[in-house]
């Protein structure tokens, strides 16, 4: 599996960005795909997953009500809406996909993804 993310860029706090991930290699409706982000001197924080239909999302709790991570499975994409950023936003946003199940809040987690696109940069300006 490939993973293609977009769409990062610098804005100022309180704007908005839309991520999107372009997946290729295998059948897009049988990955569950999430969002992770790295800031500086930090480890990988969850960000928000989808499962394969979209029916079922999580966030983590620093982004709820705020970001809204969305799939279309016709055209491979997952999107990751990013509204009211914080300067504390400012990180490196990863794309990640897994086949494994069950989709549920216990499975959304770093090690659970198998595969991982390059990141972008979202830099976020007081």
């Known amino acids: 599996v490939q993973l293609q993310a977009s769409g990062g860029g610098l804005v100022q706090a309180g704007g908005s960005l839309r991520l999107s991930c372009a997946a290729s290699?295998?059948?897009?409706?049988?990955?569950?795909m999430g969002w992770f982000r790295r800031s500086p001197g930090k480890g990988r924080d969850r960000v928000a997953s989808?499962?394969?239909?979209?029916?079922?999302?999580y966030y983590g709790d620093s982004v709820k009500g705020r970001f809204t991570i969305s799939r279309d499975n016709a055209k491979n994409t997952v999107y990751l809406q990013m509204n009211s950023l914080k300067p504390e936003d400012t990180a490196v946003y990863y794309c990640?996909?897994?086949?494994?199940?069950?989709?549920?809040?216990?499975?959304?987690?770093?090690?659970?993804?198998?595969?991982w696109g390059q990141g972008t940069q979202v830099t976020v300006s007081s």
């Open positions: 990640a996909a897994s086949t494994r199940g069950p989709y549920n809040s216990r499975s959304f987690r770093e090690d659970n993804y198998e595969y």
């Open positions: 290699g295998r059948t897009f409706s049988s990955l569950v």
């Open positions: 989808i499962s394969w239909s979209g029916d079922s999302t």
